[in-house]
């Protein structure tokens, strides 16, 4: 120990050292913490420990930075909240940036961030395995190259970044598989232009669903949507102002609950009741709801109009799938083109981390409630699972960074005589 202490002086301004020969893969010393994963989370943490002095590394199964919004989301996809709510740490948005910018707009700005803060992850490098090795108090991260190349990465801090829509969710549907039509899921769709005067079914109805189905409208295709439970839809506006902005202002002096009234109010006001055309509330309020379980209320931007004008049909759950079919709970059975999962995502930490107590091998997040999963035993940290979006994201980042950096400092206090 007191050597790799020894060596951990020598090597603090040394990205990588490369120690080959013992064993088939490479193996790489890192001074600072391993970052996994590039997208929003992984960058903010990085920037935050360049800005303390805390160099790192960031290992992306991608070839790319937010391989989320860059290859697995569709075209017309906007924030859904102001960008205030959405900047990383240390950089806003530019000023002549719309309200809610584009997917391309926000790739645009993450690419600055990594640029400003001399972040270059280490593309192609998917990380098959992390566990604290008690032997030398270090952690030892396995990853996989797209050739097949195996690296070990060798470090005091590890920072899990995968997020929480690593993988898609795709469900067990009854028939599914002698369906003759496409499948997809919304982690693969692009546009509706590839269904233009198809029937498709759209399977799920949270906010990739209820904007898939407009985009479907919007290119003369035929959308249904499953809706098999209640959900809350709120306009993405009210009285002039971001819901979700005003929502966090009346929080700063009103209960939830009381909030939650107001927002249900309003959106009775601007919708009517969503009940009678299929999508029933749930007895729990949205603010509330969002912060027991984690489900977003949608935030409609036109999908519901298109419920009312009869352009997107609504059904409850799926019984089973025929060849061209699919037969509803209610009995009822129709005929489509495609159906397109739209069944949401998942973290994907049990398949590679094995360190079994902060995180739930279950659902892949930390055990841990908010706002206290941050941060495990021996130097594990979590950025980006509190399923808070980007501003959670944000928050975790300046907590991880600065706790790391007490660590750091207190390591590597320059030696220096009076
Ligand atoms: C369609 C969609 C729209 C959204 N819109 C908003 C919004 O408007 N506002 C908001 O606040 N939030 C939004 N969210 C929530 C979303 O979670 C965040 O926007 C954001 O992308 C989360 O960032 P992240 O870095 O935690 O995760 P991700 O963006 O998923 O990044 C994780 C990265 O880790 C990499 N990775 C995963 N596993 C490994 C591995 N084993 N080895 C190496 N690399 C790995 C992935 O390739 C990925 O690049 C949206 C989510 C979706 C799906
Ligand atoms: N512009 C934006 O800001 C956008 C943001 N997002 C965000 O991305 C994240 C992921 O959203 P999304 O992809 O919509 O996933 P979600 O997890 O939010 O929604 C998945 C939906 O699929 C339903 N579902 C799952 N399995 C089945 C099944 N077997 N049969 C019928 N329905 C099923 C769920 O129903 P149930 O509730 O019953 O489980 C739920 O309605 C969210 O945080 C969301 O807010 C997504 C799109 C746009
Ligand atoms: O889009 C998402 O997934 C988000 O998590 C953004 C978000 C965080 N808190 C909210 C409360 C209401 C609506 C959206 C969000």
Same mark, same amino acid.
């Given at each position: 120990?007191?050597c790799?202490?020894?060596?951990e002086?020598k090597m603090a301004?040394?990205h990588?050292?490369?120690?080959?020969?013992?064993?088939?893969?490479?193996?790489v010393?890192?001074?600072?913490?391993?970052?996994?994963?590039?997208?929003p989370?992984?960058?903010?943490?990085?920037?935050?420990?360049?800005?303390?002095?805390?160099p790192?590394i960031?290992?992306?199964?991608?070839?790319c930075?937010?391989?989320?919004?860059?290859?697995?989301?569709?075209?017309?996809?906007?924030?859904h909240?102001?960008?205030?709510?959405?900047?990383?740490?240390?950089?806003?948005f530019?000023?002549?940036?719309p309200?809610?910018?584009?997917?391309?707009?926000?790739v645009e700005?993450l690419?600055?961030?990594a640029?400003?803060?001399?972040?270059?992850?280490?593309?192609e490098?998917?990380?098959?395995?992390?566990?604290?090795?008690?032997?030398v108090?270090?952690?030892r991260?396995?990853?996989?190259?797209l050739?097949?190349e195996?690296?070990?990465?060798?470090?005091?801090?590890?920072?899990?970044?995968?997020?929480?829509?690593?993988e898609?969710?795709?469900?067990d549907? /009854?028939?599914?598989?002698?369906?003759?039509?496409e $499948?997809r899921?919304? =982690?693969?769709?692009? @546009? +509706?232009?590839?269904?233009r005067?198809k029937k498709?079914?759209?399977?799920g109805?949270?906010?990739?669903?209820?904007e898939?189905?407009?985009?479907?409208?919007?290119h003369?295709?035929?959308?249904?949507?499953?809706?098999?439970?209640?959900?809350?839809?709120?306009?993405r506006?009210?009285?002039?102002?971001?819901?979700?902005?005003?929502?966090?202002?009346l929080l700063?002096?009103?209960?939830?609950?009381?909030?939650?009234?107001?927002?249900?109010?309003?959106?009775?006001?601007?919708?009517?009741?969503?009940?009678?055309f299929?999508?029933d509330?749930?007895?729990?309020?949205?603010?509330?709801l969002?912060? /027991?379980?984690?489900?977003?209320?949608?935030l409609? $931007?036109?999908?519901? =109009?298109?419920?009312k @004008? +009869?352009?997107?049909k609504v059904?409850?759950?799926?019984q089973?799938?025929?060849?061209?079919?699919?037969?509803f709970a209610?009995?009822?059975?129709?005929n489509?083109?495609?159906?397109?999962?739209?069944?949401?995502?998942?973290?994907?930490?049990?398949?590679?981390?094995?360190?079994?107590?902060?995180?739930?091998?279950?659902?892949g997040m930390?055990?841990?409630?908010?706002?206290?999963?941050?941060?495990?035993?021996?130097g594990?940290?979590a950025?980006?699972?509190?399923?808070?979006?980007?501003?959670?994201s944000?928050?975790?980042?300046?907590?991880?960074?600065?706790?790391?950096?007490?660590?750091?400092?207190?390591?590597?206090?320059?030696n220096?005589?009076p």
């Amino acid at each position: 120990m007191s050597c790799l202490r020894e060596l951990e002086g020598k090597m603090a301004h040394d990205h990588h050292f490369i120690n080959q020969g013992l064993g088939l893969r490479r193996r790489v010393w890192v001074p600072g913490p391993v970052i996994v994963g590039a997208g929003p989370s992984g960058l903010a943490a990085a920037a935050c420990l360049k800005d303390k002095g805390v160099p790192s590394i960031v290992l992306e199964r991608s070839n790319c930075i937010a391989s989320l919004w860059q290859f697995r989301t569709y075209d017309r996809l906007r924030l859904h909240l102001p960008k205030k709510f959405c900047e990383l740490p240390l950089m806003p948005f530019p000023e002549d940036f719309p309200m809610y910018p584009s997917k391309q707009q926000f790739v645009e700005y993450l690419e600055a961030y990594a640029k400003r803060f001399g972040i270059k992850p280490v593309f192609e490098q998917e990380v098959e395995s992390a566990g604290y090795d008690e032997s030398v108090g270090l952690w030892r991260v396995k990853s996989v190259g797209l050739k097949g190349e195996e690296m070990e990465y060798v470090c005091r801090w590890l920072v899990v970044a995968t997020g929480e829509n690593a993988e898609a969710v795709v469900p067990d549907i /009854k028939g599914i598989e002698n369906f003759r039509g496409e $499948v997809r899921h919304t =982690a693969e769709y692009r @546009s +509706g232009s590839d269904f233009r005067g198809k029937k498709v079914l759209v399977v799920g109805c949270g906010n990739s669903g209820m904007e898939v189905s407009l985009d479907l409208c919007n290119h003369d295709a035929h959308p249904s949507l499953v809706v098999r439970n209640a959900v809350h839809v709120l306009p993405r506006e009210m009285l002039g102002r971001s819901t979700f902005g005003l929502s966090m202002w009346l929080l700063k002096w009103l209960p939830i609950r009381l909030v939650d009234r107001f927002l249900l109010i309003m959106s009775w006001m601007i919708f009517g009741s969503t009940g009678s055309f299929g999508l029933d509330r749930p007895q729990v309020g949205p603010l509330e709801l969002k912060s /027991k379980t984690g489900k977003t209320p949608v935030l409609d $931007v036109g999908t519901l =109009a298109k419920i009312k @004008s +009869g352009h997107i049909k609504v059904h409850p759950s799926i019984q089973s799938v025929g060849h061209h079919s699919v037969q509803f709970a209610n009995g009822r059975i129709e005929n489509f083109d495609a159906i397109i999962l739209a069944t949401g995502y998942k973290s994907n930490t049990p398949s590679w981390l094995k360190e079994k107590d902060m995180f739930s091998q279950k659902d892949g997040m930390p055990r841990k409630p908010f706002p206290h999963g941050w941060k495990g035993e021996r130097g594990l940290y979590a950025v980006g699972f509190t399923r808070r979006g980007l501003f959670g994201s944000s928050a975790d980042a300046k907590r991880v960074s600065e706790d790391i950096e007490n660590f750091w400092k207190a390591e590597f206090k320059p030696n220096i005589s009076p």
